[in-house]
């Protein structure tokens, strides 16, 4: 009888490159960082080689002593590719690819190939091909012989091997209809917008760079049930869920894909319509993973990024996550947020805290109330507990007779 053979997917195995410019630059922690994209991305990292130099090659990226190098290390690691920390032009990576006579892949390739597989939603497969045959419409004339690859693995996944083999006219017409695509759901999300305004809801966009505890804490508040792993970008489809707070006031919380260094401007473009959830947002809450030696660094990357989006004039609460881990006290502080709060999302430690400081904001916008109603205008006291705090309410001869904070835009109605 013959004997059944299992197949198993062979890992990739991958040196990591990154150019080192001036003394004392973060490149180091990058590769630490992009040993966590390609490990996500299911490869295994084997090396990290640094060149100092003043800038990276035009054509080839390395300097061609440093290639030598590589081309040793790949013999003797017995290694499947390279993965370089920058975005590769269609040059370098030809170039490189012939010189090295292996894959060559760079930081982008890597975080389009673990959105790909990540993408679950309608939006967010139109998102990631979108965002991919953008990067491989620029790169047409540098993958060549690459643009067939058979052998699996990171950049493969996505929209596949026929729409690799397109040729640039195709590939600009699946980006409009793409496109198209993306417009109906931007305005789906749009009636949905409108919605919540005209039943006074308020929203609180999650932000945060990536792995900081964003998914966990909307699990912590909403029994949202999301995937929280200890990952890079282990949700990127927005969820979003109703909360109730102390007073008994409803807010509707947002999760955002992470953010990341060097975040491509490709993602940055095709998930704008997710990420506008923080424009239209009334509230930014910003999760900080306060345990990670780069937490100064990455509160800059998340603030920068947001500048980018046009995310501004908002009330930002920096959420210092993850306090359950920290062995010693650390002084917490973010300058650029209006409040801030210690929690850890995985234990609860903090979360009450959380939640009355968006009460104590949502009512800084409110106006107080104190009216007796007629009995027959009893719903318009459930619109006060579900959109307003209701503080008191007392059944008297003449009516109900209520002292409540209530949202300015809704004073009129009620009044």
Same mark, same amino acid.
């Given at each position: 009888?013959?004997?059944?053979?299992?197949?198993?997917?062979?890992?990739?195995?991958?040196?990591?490159?990154?150019?080192?410019?001036?003394?004392?630059?973060?490149?180091?922690?990058?590769?630490?960082?992009?040993?966590?994209?390609?490990?996500?991305?299911?490869?295994?990292?084997?090396?990290?080689?640094?060149?100092? $130099? +003043?800038? %990276? &090659?035009?054509?080839?990226?390395?300097?061609? =002593?440093?290639?030598?190098?590589? *081309?040793?290390? #790949?013999?003797?690691?017995?290694?499947?590719?390279?993965?370089?920390?920058?975005?590769?032009?269609?040059?370098?990576?030809?170039?490189?690819?012939?010189?090295?006579?292996?894959?060559?892949?760079?930081?982008?390739?890597?975080?389009?190939?673990?959105?790909?597989?990540?993408?679950?939603?309608?939006?967010?497969?139109?998102?990631?091909?979108?965002?991919?045959?953008?990067?491989?419409?620029?790169?047409?004339?540098?993958?060549?012989?690459?643009?067939?690859?058979?052998?699996?693995?990171?950049?493969?996944?996505?929209?596949?091997?026929?729409?690799?083999?397109?040729?640039?006219?195709?590939?600009?017409?699946?980006?409009?209809?793409?496109?198209?695509?993306?417009?109906?759901?931007?305005?789906?999300?749009?009636?949905?917008?409108?919605? $919540? +305004?005209? %039943? &006074?809801?308020?929203?609180?966009?999650?932000? =945060?760079?990536?792995?900081?505890? *964003?998914?966990? #804490?909307?699990?912590?508040?909403?029994?949202?049930?999301?995937?929280?792993?200890?990952?890079?970008?282990?949700?990127?489809?927005?969820?979003?869920?109703?909360?109730?707070?102390?007073?008994?006031?409803?807010?509707?919380?947002?999760?955002?894909?992470?953010?990341?260094?060097?975040?491509?401007?490709?993602?940055?473009?095709?998930?704008?319509?997710?990420?506008?959830?923080?424009?239209?947002?009334?509230?930014?809450?910003?999760?900080?993973?306060?345990?990670?030696?780069?937490?100064?660094?990455?509160?800059?990357?998340?603030?920068?990024?947001?500048?980018?989006?046009?995310?501004?004039?908002?009330?930002?609460?920096?959420?210092?996550?993850?306090?359950?881990?920290?062995?010693?006290?650390?002084?917490?502080?973010?300058?650029?947020?209006?409040?801030?709060?210690?929690?850890?999302?995985?234990?609860?430690?903090?979360?009450?805290?959380?939640?009355?400081?968006?009460?104590?904001?949502?009512?800084?916008?409110?106006?107080?109330?104190?009216?007796?109603?007629?009995?027959?205008?009893?719903?318009?006291?459930?619109?006060?507990?579900?959109?307003?705090?209701?503080?008191?309410?007392?059944?008297?001869?003449?009516?109900?007779?209520?002292?409540?904070?209530?949202?300015?835009?809704?004073?009129?109605?009620?009044?």
């Amino acid at each position: 009888m013959a004997e059944l053979i299992e197949l198993k997917d062979i890992e990739e195995r991958v040196i990591l490159i990154g150019i080192s410019t001036e003394d004392g630059d973060d490149t180091k922690q990058c590769l630490d960082e992009l040993e966590e994209l390609v490990k996500t991305a299911g490869a295994a990292a084997v090396d990290k080689i640094i060149q100092n $130099r +003043e800038s %990276a &090659h035009p054509a080839t990226y390395l300097g061609k =002593g440093k290639m030598d190098e590589v *081309k040793e290390r #790949l013999w003797e690691l017995d290694a499947t590719g390279v993965v370089c920390d920058d975005e590769l032009s269609p040059a370098q990576l030809r170039n490189l690819e012939d010189a090295l006579e292996t894959k060559v892949m760079d930081r982008t390739m890597v975080i389009l190939d673990i959105f790909a597989a990540r993408a679950k939603t309608r939006e967010g497969k139109i998102q990631v091909e979108l965002a991919q045959l953008k990067y491989r419409a620029a790169r047409l004339v540098g993958l060549r012989s690459s643009l067939s690859r058979l052998g699996g693995g990171i950049g493969t996944r996505g929209p596949g091997e026929k729409k690799l083999e397109m040729d640039r006219r195709l590939i600009h017409e699946r980006i409009s209809r793409l496109k198209e695509e993306l417009r109906e759901v931007e305005q789906h999300r749009e009636v949905l917008r409108r919605q $919540r +305004e005209r %039943a &006074h809801t308020k929203v609180a966009a999650i932000v =945060g760079y990536t792995n900081a505890g *964003k998914s966990t #804490l909307l699990n912590c508040l909403s029994d949202a049930g999301i995937l929280a792993e200890d990952k890079l970008f282990a949700t990127l489809d927005p969820t979003t869920r109703n909360v109730k707070l102390p007073g008994g006031q409803e807010i509707l919380l947002t999760d955002t894909v992470g953010f990341i260094r060097k975040l491509p401007h490709h993602l940055i473009e095709a998930f704008k319509s997710t990420l506008e959830e923080a424009k239209y947002s009334d509230i930014i809450l910003h999760v900080v993973d306060c345990t990670n030696p780069q937490m100064d660094m990455q509160m800059h990357i998340v603030y920068d990024t947001l500048r980018q989006l046009e995310v501004t004039d908002k009330i930002v609460v920096t959420v210092f996550n993850k306090t359950d881990r920290l062995e010693e006290d650390v002084i917490l502080k973010d300058m650029s947020a209006d409040y801030q709060v210690k929690i850890s999302a995985k234990t609860g430690v903090g979360v009450d805290k959380l939640l009355k400081l968006l009460e104590t904001i949502l009512r800084n916008q409110q106006i107080y109330l104190e009216k007796t109603y007629p009995y027959e205008k009893a719903g318009r006291i459930q619109d006060i507990r579900r959109y307003g705090e209701l503080l008191e309410e007392e059944y008297t001869g003449e009516g109900i007779h209520v002292k409540a904070y209530v949202p300015a835009e809704l004073y009129g109605q009620i009044i």
